[in-house]
């Protein structure tokens, strides 16, 4: 018996990956996405049937030959931080299908995907989609060949330039790309088929090459077998189904009453109490009449509800068991699979955790490029916020991704930022938001607490008060002029120290470079200790010294002069 190939949907966010998908199955789920950003995965199946009825000219000839009963599609997160996820998807499809708008080319994401196609040895096709974008593109056919003969001239130069920029940004990484219909040997090259979601040219020449490759190179490996096998999607708590999971079913098959195994820090079985199936060419999370039934077989896309579901996590594993034994076994094996990805005693960095291991690769992945002390699959523990208590405040941070945190209204975690969320780009874009301001913050502190050094002149003619204390006008020649501050002359004896600096009759705590006012001083007379136009600099004790000689902003030409004046090595 034969599945159908399971084919992913890559690419960079807003290229057109569901409005491709939607003109197929007409459920218009990208209109109800926030921010047109696929935000979990989607599988669609598609039939056969239909697509030999929207592409027959092309697969008429090879009809009979064709063994698989349709294409089931996943509809992947086109956002960078869905890394693992695509991965994921990556890992149990047989083809994918690799967005790319033909006007803007290759982007981070798409550089991405490719990547991960590389790594799997994931067969693809590119879809260059809004062809209808072109300037003067006109949609006669949907067939993209033969609508192509009958564009302008100046409509099929802009799309031949266009179209083979694209081939040089793929050559860029390592792939032949060509259109579709000039490919020799597909083997070889990529294949692109222009397209487009909105008029839906191109539509039956992309699932035209997607059964071909499927019947050409994927046959043998399209035998179900008796392992069922799938992954979570999403859980959700519904009125009148209560407790359910949409799951994609990619080995095998299960049926009402089986036992099944759930990856998660301790796996956990489920046994099926119901299944459900979208009606064919829709997708989980647009149909609302699903069907009842008794079992399904791989590769599907199907709803099921349970004991203990509640429990699973998107993106877990699940795995059909017949025995204890065999379930025992199991255990061991994803027990020393989670304890291998997992992260444990490093001396620094911060702390993350998450309900699978999928979602702790997903968060690795992310947060590449910031030290994690311990990364681990569940709930964070006391351990945790007592491991980061003396640490670093950038790194006083615990990344919650599908798990809670326990200690929410504990004094424990008061002195920890915890960021909690199932859409992980989220936790990691607010993460950064607030490490950046942190450091603003302890920047601010350190200027705060650093001592101000200058060297002022008393300008000649500004005596105010001869002594008790001496007011005389100040010129600050360079630094910053601080109240409170002891000021030295060029011999470096202390003279006195600022009490009071007064600006256009108000006071004021410091006095910039070049700034001058009234300044008073305790302990000085005008015409003994200090006199008109006498040079003064900041004391500075040899602890601020050292302090100063290591802050970034210091003025160190300044602090040597005094260094000099103070006899300090």
């Not at 692109?192 to 490996?221: D, H, R, Y």
């Not at 101000?452 to 007011?471: L, M, N, T």
């Amino acid at each position: 018996m034969y599945r159908q190939p399971i084919v992913t949907i890559l690419g960079h966010v807003d290229h057109g990956k569901t409005t491709l998908l939607d003109y197929i199955r007409d459920t218009r789920v990208a209109k109800k996405e926030a921010g047109g950003i696929t935000q979990d995965i989607g599988a669609t199946n598609i039939p056969i049937e239909v697509i030999f009825e929207l592409a027959e000219e092309y697969l008429s000839p090879i009809k009979d030959k064709i063994k698989i009963p349709g294409l089931l599609f996943i509809d992947t997160p086109g956002h960078l931080a869905f890394t693992s996820m695509r991965e994921k998807g990556g890992a149990i499809a047989d083809l994918a299908v690799l967005i790319v708008d033909i006007n803007e080319g290759l982007k981070p994401q798409t550089i991405e995907s490719l990547e991960i196609l590389r790594r799997f040895k994931t067969p693809f096709v590119v879809a260059l989609t809004k062809i209808d974008r072109l300037s003067g593109w006109k949609a006669k056919n949907i067939d993209f060949i033969k609508n192509f003969a009958g564009q302008s001239d100046s409509a099929k130069q802009e799309f031949e330039e266009k179209m083979y920029t694209r081939v040089g940004e793929f050559s860029e990484h390592g792939f032949n790309a060509e259109l579709f219909y000039r490919i020799k040997d597909f083997t070889q090259e990529v294949a692109m088929v222009p397209c487009s979601g909105i008029t839906g040219e191109g539509v039956l020449n992309l699932f035209a090459v997607l059964i071909g490759l499927s019947q050409k190179f994927l046959s043998n490996n399209l035998v179900v077998s008796k392992h069922g096998r799938g992954v979570i999607l999403e859980v959700k708590k519904e009125d009148k189904l209560g407790n359910n999971a949409d799951i994609v079913l990619y080995d095998g098959s299960i049926s009402v009453g089986d036992r099944l195994l759930v990856e998660s820090q301790e796996p956990f079985e489920v046994k099926i109490r119901g299944i459900l199936k979208p009606a064919s060419l829709q997708d989980i999370r647009a149909e609302k009449k699903f069907q009842m039934t008794d079992s399904v077989c791989a590769s599907a896309g199907v709803k099921i509800i349970g004991k203990n579901i509640e429990l699973a996590g998107a993106g877990a594993n699940f795995y059909k068991i017949e025995n204890e034994a065999e379930k025992n076994e199991l255990i061991k094996i994803l027990t020393k699979e989670r304890k291998s990805r997992e992260i444990e005693d490093r001396t620094e960095g911060i702390i993350l955790r998450a309900h699978t291991v999928g979602n702790l690769e997903a968060l690795i992945k992310l947060f590449e490029g910031i030290k994690i002390r311990r990364a681990k699959v569940g709930p964070p523990t006391k351990e945790d916020f007592m491991l980061l208590e003396n640490s670093p405040p950038e790194d006083k941070a615990i990344i919650c991704f599908g798990v809670e945190n326990p200690f929410r209204d504990q004094n424990i975690s008061k002195k920890i930022r915890c960021f909690e969320g199932d859409i992980v780009y989220k936790l990691y874009e607010g993460f950064l938001e607030w490490r950046e301001n942190l450091q603003k913050q302890l920047k601010e502190e350190e200027e705060g607490r650093m001592k101000k050094i200058a060297k002022v002149r008393i300008i000649p003619g500004f005596v105010f008060r001869q002594s008790g204390p001496a007011v005389v006008g100040i010129d600050v020649l360079e630094g910053v002029l601080e109240e409170k501050s002891k000021l030295i002359n060029p011999e470096g004896k202390i003279l006195g120290e600022v009490i009071q600096i007064q600006k256009e009759g108000e006071s004021i705590k410091l006095l910039e470079k070049d700034d001058r006012a009234a300044v008073s001083i305790s302990g000085v007379s005008v015409g003994r200790q200090i006199k008109e136009g006498d040079t003064m600099f900041t004391f500075v004790s040899r602890e601020e010294y050292r302090e100063l000689k290591g802050y970034e902003k210091a003025d160190l030409d300044l602090l040597d002069e005094i260094r000099r004046i103070l006899g300090y090595r």
